[in-house]
């Protein structure tokens, strides 16, 4: 069974420049999050999706940032206008969303802004 | 959820036990402890959860202690490819899709 699938794997832009992740969850899989690590820190959640609803994106700055998860499967994630602490590792999970579900990362996103 | 306390750093040798200790002394009646771990360059892993009991899968041993106020991941027999950072975490049971909470966890390194 493939596991979640996450593009592009890294990205370079300069900064004030627009940029978009993709990640396709597991099959089966209603819950999806996305979360961002920096270096040398654990990974801390920027929104969680229950299907196609957003139900805890407290975490996610608004000004620039922008989720969406149509027909509740794939998911993107958008930087708009990337800055240069975005620079980081951007990493999407999924679960099935029932009890005490496990949690299954992608590989992640390595976003480095110029 | 409950914050959780682990050492930095530890190393194991190839082929011995790796035992990582994980201090999580606010933890409440309803939260698990689960473990994940993180190779460099990829997404986290999950390992093992357990809620009062020791637990076993083909990975890992968990062992939490009569208080649960910390638990012991147990890599049995370490080899270099579990050289990665782990992280424990308490998190609610019985909720759907709820967040975990990472810290900074503990860079295993496994030395041939």
């Known amino acids: 069974e493939a596991g979640v699938v996450q593009s592009p794997r890294y990205k370079i832009i300069e900064k004030k420049q627009p940029v978009a992740f993709w990640c396709n969850p597991i099959?089966?899989?209603?819950?999806l999050y996305w979360y961002l690590q920096n270096l040398g820190q654990g990974p801390e959640l920027l929104i969680r999706?229950?299907?196609?609803?957003?139900?805890?994106d407290s975490q996610l700055p608004k000004d620039r940032f922008s989720a969406e998860r149509l027909k509740g499967v794939d998911s993107t994630l958008k930087i708009q206008p990337a800055e240069l602490g975005d620079s980081a590792v951007y990493l999407c999970?999924?679960?099935?969303?029932?009890?005490?579900?496990?949690?299954?990362f992608g590989p992640g996103t390595r976003l480095t802004v110029l | 959820d409950a914050k959780t306390t682990q050492p930095t750093s530890m190393d194991c040798a190839e082929g011995r036990a790796a035992n990582l200790p994980c201090n999580h002394s606010?933890?409440?009646?309803?939260?698990?402890v689960y473990w994940y771990r993180q190779i460099h360059s990829q997404g986290p892993q999950y390992i093992i959860h357990?809620?009062?009991n020791n637990e076993t899968n083909e990975m890992a041993s968990l062992i939490i202690t009569e208080d649960r106020k910390s638990s012991t991941l147990i890599l049995p027999h370490a080899t270099l490819r579990d050289t990665a950072v782990y992280y424990c975490?308490?998190?609610?049971?019985?909720?759907?899709?709820?967040?975990?909470?990472f810290g900074e966890g503990t860079q295993l390194t496994v030395n041939p």
């Open positions: 999970a999924s679960s099935l969303g029932s009890g005490a579900d496990t949690q299954y």
């Open positions: 099959s089966g899989h209603n819950t």
């Open positions: 999706y229950e299907n196609e609803e957003a139900v805890d």
């Open positions: 606010t933890i409440s009646g309803n939260e698990y």
């Open positions: 357990g809620l009062k």
């Open positions: 975490i308490v998190r609610v049971g019985g909720t759907s899709g709820s967040r975990l909470t």
